[in-house]
């Protein structure tokens, strides 16, 4: 018996000039998605596929959200940065124009050189992102002012960051992993280790970030022409921040990675001076922070994949053995780690985890 259709699904139906046609679910973890062309009724003048894009329930979030509403920072900032698909208002469900095309991840994977006409358009998109400021960007934002860093302060940034990690992440799931965290050497003095490790940064004027492009996130169409979708954690702050997120997850090739540095700095500078003031030292910070907030909300989402049909999967055992023992080798020095489990060591933490889940059982 087929599960009932979702609120989202039903009102991509009746939105669509035909059900069969909705396309969907398209992958996601935070949202539910699917493509569509609008019918007569809806909307006549709009032509193309557009899709619904609407938040999964029960979904953890690991990332700070700055802004209350994704769509209504779009209606704004599509007067001012031309690679954000048309949004529009039908039938009272903000849409979003489905760009038809590959992502950037399907025709080229993570660790491969991007050619450089979309390397360019990568550039062209932070050139775009740096020249959008706090007092020129009027959307509604969901930190009371007292809470936000002040301008230009890009260690007070950072500081919101660790703590959104510490307390949303760590701290809110403890009664499910506390032990799992223990066994692997992670605790509060981890963060306390890690502030000190990112002391010291150089204020930047604050900008406009994506804060995640990545390769799944820029899409190409046929005239190859690079799109950058997903704006849910955009937020105003350090510009650097945001390169050392793009390095972190596009992992290019050691050379092109050198090579968006380089360029990086020489197009903010165009636009804001100072926007790459100290990156020489802050960018391996920042990267640092990177990678030991990427412990924390992997070993979370990783943990339960080891389980199928509540029995454990010794494949997918290994696969988040290797996972986790990657990350914390990453993030050793950043938080203080003496020493890592070996894959043994961090597969039987695993298991441990497991064993003491009472609503799962072999």
Same mark, same amino acid.
């Given at each position: 018996?087929?599960?009932?259709?979702?609120?989202?699904?039903?009102?991509?139906?009746?939105?669509?000039?035909?059900?069969?046609?909705?396309?969907?679910? %398209? #992958?996601? *973890?935070?949202?539910?998605?699917?493509?569509?062309? &609008?019918?007569?009724?809806?909307?006549?003048? =709009?032509?193309?596929?557009?899709?619904?894009?609407?938040?999964?329930?029960?979904?953890?979030?690991?990332?700070?959200?700055?802004?209350?509403?994704?769509?209504?920072?779009?209606?704004?900032?599509?007067?001012?940065?031309?690679?954000?698909?048309?949004?529009?208002?039908?039938?009272?469900?903000?849409?979003?124009?489905?760009?038809?095309?590959?992502?950037?991840?399907?025709?080229?994977?993570?660790?491969?050189?991007?050619?450089?006409?979309?390397?360019?358009?990568?550039?062209?998109?932070?050139?775009?992102?740096?020249?959008?400021?706090?007092?020129?960007?009027l959307v509604k934002r969901n930190c009371q002012p007292m809470d936000r860093a002040k301008e230009g302060d890009s260690q007070a940034f950072l500081e919101r960051l660790i703590v959104f990690t510490q307390e949303h992440v760590y701290r809110r799931n %403890? #009664?499910? *992993?506390?032990?799992?965290?223990?066994?692997?050497? &992670?605790?509060?003095?981890?963060?306390?280790? =890690?502030?000190?490790?990112?002391?010291?940064?150089?204020?930047?004027?604050?900008?406009?970030?994506?804060?995640?492009?990545?390769?799944?996130?820029?899409?190409?169409?046929?005239?190859?022409?690079?799109?950058?979708?997903?704006?849910?954690?955009?937020?105003?702050?350090?510009?650097?921040?945001?390169?050392?997120?793009?390095?972190?997850?596009?992992?290019?090739?050691?050379?092109?990675?050198?090579?968006?540095?380089?360029?990086?700095?020489?197009?903010?500078?165009?636009?804001?001076?100072?926007?790459?003031?100290?990156?020489?030292?802050?960018?391996?910070?920042?990267?640092?922070?990177?990678?030991?907030?990427?412990?924390?909300?992997?070993?979370?989402?990783?943990?339960?994949?080891?389980?199928?049909?509540?029995?454990?999967?010794?494949?997918?055992?290994?696969?988040?053995?290797?996972?986790?023992?990657?990350?914390?080798?990453?993030?050793?020095?950043?938080?203080?780690?003496?020493s890592v489990p070996g894959p043994l060591e961090t597969e039987a933490a695993l298991l441990s985890w497991w064993n003491s889940r009472p609503h799962l059982s072999c």
């Amino acid at each position: 018996m087929s599960p009932e259709p979702s609120a989202t699904r039903l009102r991509a139906s009746d939105l669509s000039d035909h059900s069969d046609a909705v396309e969907g679910p %398209l #992958s996601g *973890y935070h949202h539910e998605t699917y493509a569509f062309s &609008l019918s007569a009724e809806a909307g006549a003048d =709009l032509q193309g596929r557009w899709k619904i894009r609407e938040p999964r329930e029960r979904v953890l979030w690991f990332d700070r959200r700055c802004f209350k509403s994704e769509y209504e920072l779009l209606y704004h900032l599509q007067r001012r940065i031309d690679v954000i698909p048309e949004v529009a208002p039908v039938g009272g469900v903000d849409l979003q124009r489905f760009v038809e095309g590959v992502t950037l991840g399907e025709r080229h994977p993570s660790g491969e050189a991007v050619p450089g006409a979309v390397f360019a358009q990568i550039l062209g998109v932070f050139r775009q992102l740096i020249a959008v400021t706090s007092d020129t960007l009027l959307v509604k934002r969901n930190c009371q002012p007292m809470d936000r860093a002040k301008e230009g302060d890009s260690q007070a940034f950072l500081e919101r960051l660790i703590v959104f990690t510490q307390e949303h992440v760590y701290r809110r799931n %403890l #009664s499910q *992993y506390k032990s799992l965290f223990d066994d692997l050497g &992670l605790g509060p003095n981890s963060f306390e280790y =890690l502030r000190k490790h990112l002391d010291g940064l150089t204020n930047r004027p604050f900008c406009l970030l994506h804060a995640d492009l990545h390769r799944e996130n820029f899409i190409l169409d046929a005239a190859g022409k690079v799109w950058a979708i997903d704006w849910e954690l955009a937020a105003l702050g350090d510009p650097l921040y945001d390169l050392a997120t793009h390095l972190y997850l596009m992992q290019y090739p050691s050379a092109q990675e050198l090579q968006m540095i380089q360029r990086w700095c020489q197009v903010v500078e165009e636009i804001r001076p100072g926007s790459s003031e100290g990156w020489a030292e802050d960018l391996p910070r920042l990267l640092d922070f990177k990678k030991a907030q990427s412990v924390f909300t992997d070993v979370i989402r990783v943990s339960p994949s080891i389980v199928a049909e509540r029995k454990l999967d010794c494949r997918r055992l290994r696969s988040a053995t290797w996972k986790v023992w990657g990350v914390l080798n990453n993030a050793a020095g950043p938080l203080g780690l003496a020493s890592v489990p070996g894959p043994l060591e961090t597969e039987a933490a695993l298991l441990s985890w497991w064993n003491s889940r009472p609503h799962l059982s072999c």
